[in-house]
């Protein structure tokens, strides 16, 4: 038996010998084991992950931890994920051999008539449309011509705001009016009208409104109107556009030499028309109609409008206004007609 062992062990220890000649890097390193349990078992989570990044960013950061075991987690490594080390030595490969790599598609040659026009049309300005200014209005000055009550020219000037911020609109008005004979003033009419509007809808809008006369001739000192209710656009797009408003109002006025006031409620009703003719012609035609248990007042008002230059046009205009039940020596009917210069902005 003892004759058998030693020949066994003769044999085992020449094997061991022709191994450690044959690697003998192998015999001076150190077992794997002494990597560190934590290290290894981050190694084996992170080779369990399907994506490749996540076993490379893995053993990057074994690498960086223990540079001087850098043979051990290399060969860790490659022992727990093949695929891995295939792909990384097929990258070395490539960035040294390029001709292993793919070839690239080659451009297709454009003329360079196509290039151009192509840029052409990429970089061609998009068109935006026109932004309407929040605040706009009118100046509108120039001479009158006086029937009825008064028959005389004279001077009138009217100004014109307007204010919009989503779905609200504002807009004020100032008038005024002024005749002068060489002895005596025989007209002096002066308004301010404010008015709100908040749309419900596109086409349907409530309103609210304040107007202050001050006529001499109208057999009052001065007059006050409240009105509100709900308007209506026909036609807002377009050549023709077309509104009207209706709703309850409520009129104060204090008669001429005297300290009577008359209070009435009653009703109102608009008629605003406008149609663009042409590029730079307008034509206008705006009705107020108001109604209360003392009397009615029609209030129309046409005027053609002509574009000199951008802002600037010439407005000839004719107003009737017709009151019903009014002070003894006062006519029911005037005229006025009017041509005027209109700045708008």
Known sequence: MLNLLWPLCFAFFCVKFLVIAALPGIAAEQPLTQLGPNLIQSLEQAAEDELPAAFEAAVREALSHAPQQQAKILRLAIALRPDWAARRIADVLMKEEPALAAPKPVAAVVPATTLKDRTAVNTKPIPKAPVKPAVSGSVD???????????????????????????????????????????????????????????????????????YTDDRFSGFDYE???????????????????????????????????DEMETSPGARFTNDITWQISDGAFLGNETEVLWDRERVTIDNDTSIKMRIVEQLSGKLSLNTRYRSNVPEDTETTDTTTRASIVYDF
């Open 141 to 211: 000055f120039g001479g009158i011509l006086r029937t009825g009550n008064t028959e005389n020219a004279g001077l009138k000037a009217q100004l014109k705001l307007g204010y919009q911020s989503d779905r609200w609109q504002h807009k004020g008005l100032a008038e005024g009016g002024y005749l002068q004979s060489e002895t005596d003033t025989l007209e002096q009419r002066f308004e301010l009208e404010y008015e709100a509007n908040y749309d419900i809808r596109k086409e349907i809008f409530a309103f609210g409104l304040a107007n």
């Open 224 to 258: 006050l109107l409240s009105a509100a209710g709900l308007g209506v656009r026909l036609f807002d797009e377009g050549p023709v556009k077309w509104e009207i408003t209706a709703g309850p109002s409520l009129r104060y006025a204090k008669i001429s030499d005297s």
